[in-house]
């Protein structure tokens, strides 16, 4: 079973509970060789950092003393791991060798027998760019033995959960056909196959094809595997696009040819021997010099340089799941991907799936947006923004540029007359901000340098457009300066702040919440300390009752009961509704947290993060909260909470 405690792009940091052991996601598993005399790292040290590892069930099959312990006194005891086991099945020694002696199920039954948590399929792993026909036939033949081993896993009431590998090689809609054939059957957990090829020859770029589209396949609640992948560098990126598991034994093999693995690239120990100290502060670089491991023998040499390798790798992994945790995955895939062109070069491609990432990346973070370079103009944030624009109903437009003298945000920091005219600024990196909405995130909570005259130039193809479309509503500045005139003598005052909130409602929401008599009777409240809206609220006789507000870090705008019962006549069904079934309809009136199962129907279009209501299949409103999942992911979660909420409502 697996859920979702935290989540950037399509990044997910979750808790996955394996035959009643908990780990938490991201993780590495360690290969761990299953002759304890040929593991190169102590099992006492894998322990320390490891909640999970991964063997061999094959090489146990094959070696007649290794099955023998292995039948008798189980896996775990075998390798001296009372943790959580997954095995291969031998599809490793498949793509090396071309053949096996062992069938199928063989071995399945095989890895059922020996007490392993995780077992896998044998799937052939298809080399990338082989002949279509190959690939298409092997992973014809992967699914069909796929479907052979659900089908004696439940008739035999196996224990262990089951890899179900997604395989087609580099033919992405192979890929993708795989990924959905595989993911209606209902494996445990889905590695992504056959990719050390592509890893070996830097083909980073293919690999990015290859998990997005297998991504787009797979059922979102399920865990995913990228079989191979052990590189720190490789895994913000990968976790960026949806992996949650991985397996290294990068670090054994790379310390074998003496090369030191860092989270920004793989050095030669003879290139590192001059150095006073090592550039990592691990226990085995604090108490080692380079030249003291360089003059040991081979043996203690390897030891030492696998227990670096090891340390390094779990903490790129604690680092990516704290960047999940403050929302700055994006940072730390820009910062990493910098390490290496061909790294360059994948981001680039992953950003050409953006509209898919959108659906998974949260609508607001902790950590502002910082802008890494050219890359980060195609962000999702930044494509939401530019979307969002569009839900907001102008009347009358007018769009200006403001000097880089003036600090953030500007409507707090220009001088602005009062008016309903929507004021629009252009910005180089949102394309446009309007000044209604520019407290809300990304925009104010935003960092941006001084850009070259080439980034500069990205948006004005989107501000002509933009222009184009709304060219009956747009004023120059005769007009503008004009109407301002007029404003201020003929019309009705309207308070500026009201107008703001209206906007911000609309952008946030995509519906007009607001009417005319209710904005008559909205007042605002600002902060004594910054001088910022912190509060909406709406009189109704003598009584002002608070609607909306503005949380501190990205100002959104968070309902009250009584706001939640405004945008529930204000939004019409099924948009921005969690809807719940009959049997914890009581819990949700008590404010308890929804639970993915019991969601019977939801707005698909919903975003990770988004304020929601929560309601019966009458649309009666029971509450509201916060979805951690977006639309796709409500529909298909069966467990952990799908609703943060902040108040049930009585009925």
């Known amino acids: 079973m697996f859920q979702i405690k935290a989540r950037d792009g399509m990044g997910r940091m979750g808790k ?32 320390k950092l490891a909640d999970v590892v991964i063997t061999n069930s094959y090489i146990i099959y094959s070696n007649p003393e290794l099955r023998k312990i292995a039948e008798e006194e189980g896996v775990h005891k075998l390798i001296g791991f009372d943790k959580v086991v997954v095995t291969d099945s031998g599809s490793f020694q498949l793509s090396v060798y071309g053949d096996i002696d062992v069938e199928p199920l063989e071995i399945v039954e095989f890895q059922e027998r020996i007490g392993v948590d995780v077992g896998t399929i044998l799937d052939i792993p298809t080399p990338p760019y082989a002949e279509r026909e190959v690939a298409e036939r092997d992973m014809e ?55 050390v090829p592509l890893l070996e020859k830097y083909h980073y770029k293919t690999l990015v094809d ?12 399920k865990p995913v595997h990228l079989f191979g992948c052990g590189h720190p560098t490789l895994f913000a990126l990968a976790v960026l696009l949806g992996c949650d598991l991985f397996d290294s034994a990068a670090y054994a093999l790379y310390a074998k040819d003496d090369r030191y693995l860092t989270e920004y690239g793989t050095y030669y120990l003879e290139d590192l021997k001059d150095l006073k100290q090592f550039p990592c502060s691990c226990p085995v670089c604090s108490e080692y010099s380079p030249k003291e491991v360089y003059n040991m023998e081979k ?33 730390l895939v820009e910062l990493r991907c910098r390490c290496h062109p061909r790294l360059l070069e994948a981001y680039r491609q992953a950003l050409k799936y953006v509209e898919f990432i959108e659906k998974f990346d ?10 890494g370079g050219y890359e980060s103009l195609f962000r999702p944030e930044v494509i939401r923004h530019k979307e969002r624009l569009h839900r907001i109903r102008y009347e009358k437009i007018f769009i200006t540029t403001v000097s880089k003298d003036v600090e953030k945000p500007y409507s707090e920091n220009l001088n602005i007359p009062p008016t309903d005219v929507d004021i629009l600024v252009k910005d180089d990196v949102f394309g446009l901000i309007p000044l209604n909405i520019d407290l809300i995130y990304p925009l104010l909570q935003s960092e941006i340098p001084e850009l ?14 933009f222009m184009e479309r709304y060219r009956d509503k747009i004023m120059d500045i005769v007009t503008y300066n004009y109407y301002l005139s007029y404003y201020s003598s003929k019309k009705k005052k309207i308070n500026r702040d009201v107008i703001r909130i209206d906007r911000m409602l609309q952008y946030q929401y995509g519906f007009k919440i607001l009417d005319e008599e209710i904005m008559e009777r909205i007042i605002v409240r600002r902060s004594k300390r910054t001088g910022w809206i912190r509060n909406v609220f709406l009189v109704e006789g003598d009584e002002k009752k608070l609607l909306f507000t503005l949380r501190s870090y990205d100002n959104f705008l968070i309902p009250t009961e009584e706001g939640a019962k405004l945008l529930h006549r204000k939004i019409p069904y099924p948009k921005y509704r969690v809807v719940v079934d009959r ?58 909470v799908a609703v943060d909420m902040r108040k049930g409502i009585r009925g």
């Open 583 to 640: 049997s914890v309809e009581r819990f949700a009136r008590e404010g308890r947290s929804v639970y993915a199962k019991f969601v019977v129907d939801c707005d698909r279009d919903l975003r990770p993060y988004e304020e929601v209501l929560v309601v019966n299949e009458d649309d009666e409103l029971l509450g509201y909260g916060t979805t951690i999942l977006n639309g796709r992911e409500l529909m298909e979660f069966n467990y952990g």
């Open 16 to 47: 996955l509970e394996i035959k009643g052991k908990v780990i938490e996601t991201p993780t590495i598993m360690p290969v761990i060789h299953p002759n304890p005399e040929k593991q190169l790292v102590p099992m006492e040290k894998v322990k």
């Open 210 to 221: 290859v998990i997005i589209n297998s991504k787009m396949g797979l059922p979102t609640n």
């Open 452 to 465: 070259y005259d080439v980034e500069k130039e990205h948006n004005k193809q989107f501000v002509k457009e």
């Open 362 to 371: 949260p609508v607001t973070k902790k950590s502002g947006f910082f802008y």
């Open 299 to 331: 043996r203690e040499r390897e030891r030492l340089l696998a227990e670096h390798n090891l340390y390094v790798t779990f903490e790129e992994i604690s680092r990516v799941k704290e960047a999940i945790r403050e929302g700055a995955l994006w940072e």
């Open 141 to 195: 033949e992967t699914i069909r033995r796929g479907r052979e081993a659900l089908e004696l896993k439940r008739s035999k009431n196996f224990s262990m959960l089951l890899n179900g590998t997604i395989q087609g090689s580099t033919y992405m809609d192979l890929r993708r056909r795989c990924a959905e054939i595989m993911g209606s059957m209902d494996f445990d957990i889905y590695p992504i196959g056959a990719v």
